[in-house]
C-alpha cells in the first residue's frame, strides 16, 4: 500500500476513534480528564522504545497487546474511559493509529472549547514560560485562542516549527543550515 493511503487510513481510524472518545467525553463530562490521561499516555510512548515497538510492530497479535496495554493501563492508574478506550484499541488491532487518535482527540475538544490547535516541533522540551509566550504570539497572529500540541525532535538542532491549519512556520536549525548549504552550490 503506498505512503499516503496509509496515512490516510491512519487518519480515518484515528478521526472516527478520537469522535467516539470524544462524544463518551462529552457526556460524561470528563473531556479535559480524558485529554489529559490522552496526552499522559503519549507522553508514555514517546518515552519508550518498547512501547512504540508494541504499538507499531503487527508482530504482537490481539491478545498479546490487549494483555499488555491492560496491564500498562492499570500499572499507570488510568481508569474509565480512557483505560477501556485502550483496551478496545488494544483488541481490534488499532494501536498503531493511537498517536493520531491522540492529535485528533485534542483538535476536537480544541474546536470545542472554540479554540484553533497548533502542532508545534522544538528541538527540546519547552518550559511553561516559553509555551504560554508561544501561545500568546500565536493568539496575536491568529485571532484566536490557541491550544498547543508539543513534539520534541532533537533532530531540528534548534528552533521551532509550528503547524497551524494549513500554515507552517519552519524556524528550525536544521531547515536554516539546509538552505544555507543550497544558497553555497548554487555561488560556488
Do not use: C
Amino acid at each position: 500500500m503506498p505512503v499516503a493511503d496509509t496515512s490516510q487510513l491512519i487518519s480515518g481510524v484515528a478521526e472516527r476513534y478520537a469522535s467516539s472518545l470524544f462524544e463518551l467525553a462529552l457526556e460524561a463530562g470528563n473531556v479535559e480528564g480524558v485529554g489529559s490521561d490522552l496526552n499522559r499516555f503519549q507522553a508514555m510512548i514517546d518515552a519508550s522504545d518498547d512501547l512504540k515497538r508494541l504499538i507499531q510492530s503487527p508482530v504482537f497479535s490481539a491478545e498479546e497487546q490487549t494483555k499488555a496495554i491492560a496491564a500498562i493501563v492499570e500499572k499507570a492508574g488510568f481508569t474509565g474511559l480512557v483505560a477501556n478506550f485502550l483496551k478496545v484499541v488494544a483488541s481490534n488491532r488499532r494501536l498503531f493509529a493511537v498517536p493520531g487518535m491522540v492529535r485528533a482527540f485534542r483538535v476536537i475538544a480544541a474546536r470545542h472549547r472554540g479554540e484553533i490547535t497548533a502542532d508545534v516541533t522544538s528541538a527540546h522540551v519547552l518550559s511553561a514560560a516559553q509555551e504560554t509566550e508561544l501561545k500568546a504570539a500565536l493568539k496575536g497572529v491568529t485571532g484566536k485562542d490557541v491550544a498547543i500540541a508539543v513534539t520534541v525532535d532533537p533532530s531540528i538542532l534548534g528552533g521551532l516549527i509550528v503547524k497551524v491549519g494549513s500554515r507552517q512556520i519552519d524556524t528550525s536549525l536544521r531547515t536554516k543550515l539546509s538552505t544555507l548549504k543550497l544558497a553555497l552550490k548554487e555561488v560556488g
